[in-house]
């Protein structure tokens, strides 16, 4: 599989991402020809070579007439939908134009339809987003991954004013996103860089296992004191086994570990208790024996990368250890999704997992069987039996359950 990792140490925008595509090996009259169907009259694209805090980059310009006028959602995708691209692209830059909606949207509080597009609406963002998207498509790539993001310090002027930095559409892209502190006086981070990282990022996080192919440079417009203005795009063949069917998912965790020698069974269980309530995946405690032959016990933790400070700060607030261990891990997971099953006893919530040859399965969840036999006064396997017998015979009378598996996020 081909995958490319977005490098984003000094931000992310529109031209960074051309350029750093063009760089790894987009070819730019392929640029040029979806430039040209357009609509955009005397629109041209040129990249060349610069350099920035000492290192080589391609920079990719944009040339067009100034526009004095700025374009809706339906403007934009009006010309996506007349140019000269493949329905995989249209679907791809189509995307990237809603997301970028939706966040304007939410930021001043209006419908969708009413987003007036200004910056974004340019000529140049416009060719930055088609031609982001029919890179990734021409360059191969199926998954998409990038670093943490720096935003920038200071303020910058906007259509409406200046603003702080992230500007807000900016800052709306990035919900969920991990940053990086930066106290660089400038926008580093632009909504169009934001819109096409978060419309196709599967995970942020460090570079993942693969085989180096192609190293892209792409060059922003301005030159920061001490440090590289360019966005480093690494693209190959990913390292991380493939589910051996279809219908395997594959995703990064992370475990966190500590050994622990003097404590009690019911301090130990507590803690287990505090991490739990973080929402992580998985938490067990293994036996084992320590220097001195001291009887001790492990705690591992599979959590994703975003609580793995708040999973230190319950170990070191609650146990003794001096250390902490972490390390990232792949693993190929079913794909499931939550469902609830009617029986004659009520309602009984549970998961439904797929098969990699598309075979259903329901777990009914135990807080939900608890609850119902409590409440009706019956043995809790009585109602676990009736909540798989529930879904058996839905699956029978349904030729499987009604629901499919959820889809994957691709570029």
């Known amino acids: 599989m081909t995958i490319a990792y977005f490098d984003c140490f000094s931000g992310i925008s529109g031209d960074m991402v051309l350029g750093a595509l063009v760089d790894a090996g987009l070819k730019l009259e392929d640029l040029q020809?979806?430039?040209?169907?357009?609509?955009?009259?005397?629109?041209?694209?040129?990249?060349?070579?610069v350099r920035k805090g000492g290192f080589r980059a391609t920079q990719v310009v944009v040339e067009a007439p100034e526009e004095h006028h700025h374009r809706h959602l339906h403007h934009i995708l009006e010309m996506v939908e007349r140019a000269d691209l493949t329905p995989r692209q249209k679907e791809w830059a189509e995307k990237v134009f809603v997301r970028l909606a939706e966040a304007e949207a939410r930021v001043h509080g209006i419908p969708i339809e009413k987003v007036h597009f200004h910056e974004v609406g340019a000529a140049d963002s416009i060719v930055d987003v088609v031609g982001s998207v029919v890179g990734l498509d021409l360059l191969g790539i199926q998954e998409v991954y990038a670093s943490p993001v720096p935003t920038g310090a200071g303020t910058v002027k906007i259509a409406h004013g200046e603003v702080a930095v992230p500007a807000p559409a900016t800052a709306e892209l990035l919900r969920g996103v991990p940053l990086?502190?930066?106290d660089v006086m400038m926008e580093m981070t632009t909504p169009t860089g934001a819109a096409i990282l978060t419309t196709f990022a599967k995970r942020f996080g460090p570079?993942?296992?693969?085989?180096?192919?192609?190293?892209?440079?792409?060059?922003g417009s301005r030159d920061i004191p001490g440090r590289a203005n360019v966005l480093r795009l690494f693209v190959g063949k990913s390292l991380v086994p493939q589910g051996a069917m279809p219908g395997v998912e594959t995703d990064r965790v992370w475990m966190v570990q500590t050994n622990w020698d003097d404590a009690s069974g019911e301090v130990i269980g507590y803690v287990v208790e505090q991490l739990w309530k973080l929402d992580v995946l998985d938490v067990f405690v293994t036996p084992i024996q320590m220097k001195k032959n001291r009887p001790a016990v492990q705690l591992t933790i599979l959590c994703p990368g975003h609580l793995i400070p708040q999973v230190e700060q319950v170990l070191f607030r609650e146990t003794t250890t001096l250390g902490i261990r972490f390390w990232p891990v792949d693993r190929h997971i079913l794909a499931r999704r939550p469902h609830v099953v009617q029986t004659p006893y009520g309602p009984v919530q549970g998961k439904v997992s797929f098969l990699p040859d598309g075979e259903a399965r329901f777990s009914p969840e135990f807080e939900a069987c608890r609850k119902l036999a409590a409440e009706k006064n019956l043995p809790l396997r009585v109602v676990y039996e009736a909540a798989e017998g529930a879904f058996r015979e839905n699956s029978a009378n349904h030729g499987q359950t009604a629901e499919t598996p959820p889809k994957e996020k691709t570029p």
Do not use: F
Request: contains cysteine; charged residues 5%; neutral net charge.
């Open 33 to 49: 020809h979806v430039v040209s169907t357009l609509g955009i009259p005397n629109c041209r694209v040129n990249a060349q070579t």
């Open 207 to 219: 570079l993942p296992a693969m085989q180096i192919e192609q190293i892209g440079y792409g060059a």
């Open 180 to 182: 990086l502190p930066c």
